[in-house]
């Protein structure tokens, strides 16, 4: 009986209250705590250690949360203080970059420190901006830069890439650029005429048709007044031929209703 009981210790590992088979014979312990063991030197479980509600990380001194229901939460149950404070103001409601106007929402929102200092979280020091926005406020304008062309005009001065990009200018910035190297006047460079370089207006681009049956290298097909490609016929309901099917059989000479809807391979 004693050689049984002893022989039936040898078989579990020897942590009082657990019975999983020991994976290491030498002392006696199964994979979780021969593990804890080397990680911590004790195989009882360390106790968890509270969670901080505040917490300053290093280097950037951004402040975190600890608020593990909060919309925003990590995976660690922490948001970002300037975050949270954004949120508990806009809501879901947030759609726009307020310096440039883009969209943005929840997951690529820069939430920014208008007075530089990250710890600073009043809800007035805080707003949210498009990643480029977030990015470039901090460097100087590139009309300063060394080699870069500085354009004036009603108070604002920008390079002429910056001018091409405002909606009221309808030239490229290599022709603002040229217009003033031909001596132009800077609201001549940025508003004047776009023409051609035979001194032309452009003519508009033709307007593509919204009817897929009249491009150029659609298969047109015509059944009961109703003119479709074979691709939309093949979208039809009930029909279970193919688009190339359908282009096989009338380039073959079908009829185009038994082209779209006979089954089967003949005609």
């Known amino acids: 009986m004693a050689k049984e009981n002893f022989t039936s210790a040898l078989m579990s590992c020897r942590v009082d209250g657990c019975c999983r088979k020991p994976r290491y014979a030498a002392e006696r312990l199964c994979q979780t705590h021969y593990s804890r063991l080397w990680r911590t030197g004790s195989v009882e479980l360390s106790p968890r250690h509270p969670r901080q509600a505040r917490v300053v990380m290093p280097g950037k001194g951004y402040i975190r949360v600890y608020a593990p229901h909060h919309p925003l939460v990590d995976s660690q149950g922490y948001v970002s203080e300037h975050r949270q404070v954004v949120f508990d103001r806009i809501g879901f409601g947030l759609s726009r970059c307020e310096l440039c106007g883009a969209p943005v929402d929840w997951k690529t929102v820069h939430i920014d420190h208008i007075d530089r200092n990250v710890s600073n979280n009043a809800a007035e020091n805080l707003r ?38 405002d909606p009221r200018v309808m030239v490229s910035a290599g022709a603002i650029k040229h217009r003033i190297k031909k001596g132009l006047s800077v609201e001549e460079a940025l508003f004047g005429e776009k023409v051609t370089h035979n001194g032309k207006s452009p003519k508009p681009a033709p307007r593509k048709t919204q009817f897929k049956h009249q491009r150029k290298n659609a298969v047109a097909i015509t059944i009961d007044g109703v003119t479709m490609t074979a691709a939309e016929w093949a979208r039809e309901p009930g029909v279970t031929v193919s688009e190339a099917g359908i282009i096989w059989r009338i380039r073959n000479g079908w009829e185009p209703r038994k082209a779209v809807f006979q089954k089967g391979r003949f005609a």
Request: aromatic share 10%; charged share 25%.
């Open 128 to 165: 949210p901006l498009c990643r480029s926005c977030n990015v470039w406020r901090d460097y100087p304008d590139q009309h300063t830069l060394t080699g870069r062309t500085s354009i004036s005009y009603g108070g604002e001065t920008k390079t002429a890439t910056e001018w091409a990009r």
